[in-house]
T-cell receptor
Framework: EPEVTQTPSHQVTQMGQEVILRCVPI?????FYWYRQILGQKVEFLVS????????KSEIFDDQFSVERPDGSNFTLKIRSTKLEDSAMYFC?????????FGPGTRLTVL | AQSVTQLGSHVSVSEGALVLLRCNYS??????LFWYVQYPNQGLQLLLK??????LVKGINGFEAEFKKSETSFHLTKPSAHMSDAAEYFC????????????FGKGTRLSVIA
C-alpha cells in the first residue's frame, strides 16, 4: 500500500540554523500539507500546496517558513532560522479527492 | 471557523469492554469528519471518515463512528477493546472537502487494562 515517507525521522539543530524537512507524498496525490505537533499539544495546520503553489497557510507559517516541490516527487519544508519554539513533530500529508494521509513525522529538536 | 472538542484527555477501559471516545464539532457548513489514531512513536493513521454519505461509518480494526448532525457529534466506538487499541485518538474536521486544512481536537489517550 502506498504511503507518505519523511526524512529524517529525528533532526537536532542549534537555534538560528536552517533546517529542511523532506517528504515523499503518495505518487498520484495532488494536494500536499505540513502540520506540526508541539509536545503535549494538538496537531496544527501549517500550509497546504497545490499546483506548485501555496493554497492556504496558517498564521504559524510566517516568513521563516517556506515550502517547495523541487523535483516532482519530494515536498520540503524549510525553516530559515530555527527558534526554540519550533521544536515539534512535523507531519507531512498528501491527499486524494477527500482524505489526507500522513507520514510518520520528523521530530525536530532545537537546542 | 470550525473547531473540535474531544471530551476526556484520557480514557481507560478493561480489555473486552466497550470503547467510547467523544468528539463534538462546530462548523458553519456540512463538515467532513475524520478519526485518526497515533500509536507510540508513530504517525497518524486514518481510522475512518465521514464525507456526507452514510451517517454510520465503519473503519479499520473494528471501530465505527456515527455522525449526528442534531448533536454535532461524531463519537468513536468499538464493542470490545483489545490491548492493541491503546493509542492516542484524534478527531478532525475539514470544510467543503477532505482537501481543505484539517482542524484537530486535542486527542484522547486510550488505555486498555488487562
Amino acid at each position: 500500500e502506498p504511503e507518505v515517507t519523511q526524512t529524517p525521522s529525528h533532526q537536532v539543530t542549534q537555534m538560528g540554523q536552517e533546517v529542511i524537512l523532506r517528504c515523499v507524498p503518495i505518487s498520484n496525490h495532488l494536494y500536499f500539507y505540513w502540520y506540526r505537533q508541539i509536545l503535549g499539544q494538538k496537531v496544527e495546520f501549517l500550509v497546504s500546496f497545490y499546483n506548485n503553489e501555496i493554497s492556504e497557510k496558517s498564521e504559524i507559517f510566517d516568513d521563516q517558513f517556506s515550502v517547495e516541490r523541487p523535483d516532482g516527487s519530494n515536498f520540503t519544508l524549510k525553516i530559515r532560522s530555527t527558534k526554540l519554539e519550533d521544536s515539534a513533530m512535523y507531519f507531512c500529508a498528501s491527499s486524494d479527492e477527500d482524505t489526507q494521509y500522513f507520514g510518520p513525522g520528523t521530530r525536530l529538536t532545537v537546542l | 471557523a470550525q473547531s473540535v472538542t474531544q471530551l476526556g484527555s484520557h480514557v481507560s477501559v478493561s480489555e473486552g469492554a466497550l470503547v467510547l471516545l467523544r468528539c463534538n464539532y462546530s462548523s458553519s457548513v456540512p463538515p467532513y469528519l475524520f478519526w485518526y489514531v497515533q500509536y507510540p512513536n508513530q504517525g497518524l493513521q486514518l481510522l475512518l471518515k465521514y464525507t456526507s454519505a452514510a451517517t454510520l461509518v465503519k473503519g479499520i480494526n473494528g471501530f465505527e463512528a456515527e455522525f449526528k448532525k442534531s448533536e454535532t457529534s461524531f463519537h468513536l466506538t468499538k464493542p470490545s477493546a483489545h490491548m492493541s487499541d491503546a493509542a492516542e485518538y484524534f478527531c478532525a474536521v475539514s470544510l467543503y472537502s477532505g482537501n481543505t486544512p484539517l482542524v484537530f481536537g486535542k486527542g484522547t489517550r486510550l488505555s486498555v487494562i488487562a
